[in-house]
């Protein structure tokens, strides 16, 4: 004998003006018990009261539900959940299991490439547009922990929930996008995802350590990148040897720090990186202005393996579920033969 659902939902009115109509849904289940030779009536009606706000709520009455055997039906059981992202790699994960969420509103990558037709347009990750992200009604906000903590009530502010991503290492990415999945019900899905990403990475790693020196620049400043950023600890899982990795001094934001000509003359890197914040011509055309007149960037000018500046595309934000990709592009930079084919980036050097 099967037992069957039938869910009604209805918005009930308040008894006070002044409260929303909407806040509360009264759902009413018939449930079909079928024949029995039991004393029981052959159909019930049980009538629930839950929160609109708070869909675990519906979700565990759905569960009781099936715990009984009661069968409910798909779409009230598996709706999406609605998310706005603040990361653009978790917006790219999501992707992956349409079934189990929808991005409803996200942040530019980078201000000259537009977000998806239909997704509302939160602007830069750095000031996000918080009327914006109420349109959306998101049910899950994600964000980056050290660039938004501050930021969790707004973001939260319509009763959506937040979840802060740590993105400043390969590991606690991965740990995030995990939390994502089971956030969203597509556990088993990210972690497959997640595995595979991360196989992937140790596949890519060099035979022997390369001296690189890796510097994050901005119009009118050059930062080294240290270890404690996700770019500076992905270059240590595949093997590059980041002359940089735990320099200390002024930092703009954390782990990109500022260091005297005195202790870059210290340096002698084999690869010299160039992480673009702007015009990636722009930037090289001042790197090399700064080579020509001064003593410690001159010799990077003999790096073995050339000055190059990276595509900002992949390199300028946490590329999440991409980390692979990011990875062979490094790799073919100094062992092109041992690196599968990817796209080719800027590699201009001297």
């Known amino acids: 004998m099967t037992n069957t659902a039938r869910i009604a939902g209805s918005q009930r009115e308040s008894a006070t003006a002044m409260r929303p109509a909407a806040r509360h849904l009264t759902l009413a289940i018939d449930l079909d018990l079928?024949?029995?030779?039991?004393?029981?009536?052959?159909?019930?009606?049980?009538?629930?009261?839950?929160?609109?706000?708070?869909?675990?709520?519906?979700?565990?009455?759905?569960?009781?539900?099936?715990?009984?055997?009661?069968?409910?039906?798909?779409?009230?059981?598996?709706?999406?959940?609605?998310?706005?992202?603040?990361?653009?790699?978790?917006?790219?994960?999501?992707?992956?299991v349409p079934e189990h969420a929808v991005v409803v509103a996200t942040v530019r990558r980078s201000m000259t490439e537009p977000v998806p037709e239909g997704?509302?347009?939160?602007?830069?990750?750095h000031a996000p547009g918080f009327e914006r992200l109420a349109e959306g009604g998101a049910q899950l906000v994600v964000?980056?922990?050290?660039?938004?903590?501050?930021?969790?009530?707004?973001?939260?502010?319509?009763?959506?929930?937040?979840?802060?991503?740590?993105?400043?290492?390969?590991?606690?990415?991965?740990?995030?996008?995990?939390?994502?999945?089971?956030?969203?019900?597509?556990a088993d899905a990210m972690e497959q995802a997640v595995r595979d990403s991360e196989a992937?990475?140790?596949?890519?790693?060099?035979?022997?350590?390369?001296?690189?020196l890796p510097f994050f620049g901005a119009p009118g400043s050059f930062l080294v990148i240290?270890?404690?950023?996700?770019?500076?600890?992905?270059?240590?899982?595949?093997?590059?040897?980041?002359?940089?990795?735990?320099?200390?001094?002024?930092?703009?934001?954390?782990?990109?720090?500022?260091v005297s000509d005195e202790l870059l003359a210290t340096m002698q890197p084999s690869l010299v990186l160039l992480v673009a914040h702007g015009d990636p011509e722009a930037i090289r055309t001042a790197f090399l202005r700064r080579a020509d007149a001064r003593g410690p960037w001159k010799s990077f000018q003999q790096a073995e393996h050339g000055?190059?500046?990276?595509?900002?595309?992949?390199?300028?934000?946490n590329p999440g579920l991409a980390m692979p990709e990011a990875a062979q592009r490094l790799v073919r930079l100094v062992a092109p033969a041992t690196a599968s084919a990817s796209p080719s980036i800027d590699t201009s050097s001297r």
């Open 143 to 186: 964000a980056d922990g050290a660039m938004h903590a501050a930021l969790t009530g707004q973001l939260g502010r319509g009763g959506a929930e937040v979840l802060l991503l740590d993105t400043n290492s390969v590991a606690s990415t991965f740990d995030g996008l995990r939390e994502l999945g089971r956030r969203v019900g597509a």
């Open 200 to 212: 992937s990475l140790a596949r890519a790693a060099l035979p022997t350590p390369i001296p690189t």
């Open 307 to 317: 000055v190059h500046v990276l595509d900002a595309q992949t390199f300028a934000a």
């Open 119 to 125: 997704v509302i347009d939160l602007g830069s990750p």
């Open 34 to 96: 079928g024949s029995s030779a039991s004393a029981l009536r052959p159909s019930a009606r049980c009538v629930a009261r839950v929160d609109r706000r708070r869909p675990v709520a519906l979700l565990a009455l759905v569960a009781l539900l099936l715990g009984a055997g009661v069968a409910v039906p798909a779409a009230a059981a598996a709706a999406p959940v609605r998310v706005a992202s603040l990361v653009p790699f978790a917006a790219d994960a999501l992707a992956r």
């Open 226 to 258: 240290t270890e404690r950023t996700w770019f500076g600890d992905l270059l240590g899982k595949l093997n590059f040897q980041n002359l940089a990795a735990t320099s200390t001094g002024k930092e703009s934001f954390p782990g990109y720090v500022q």
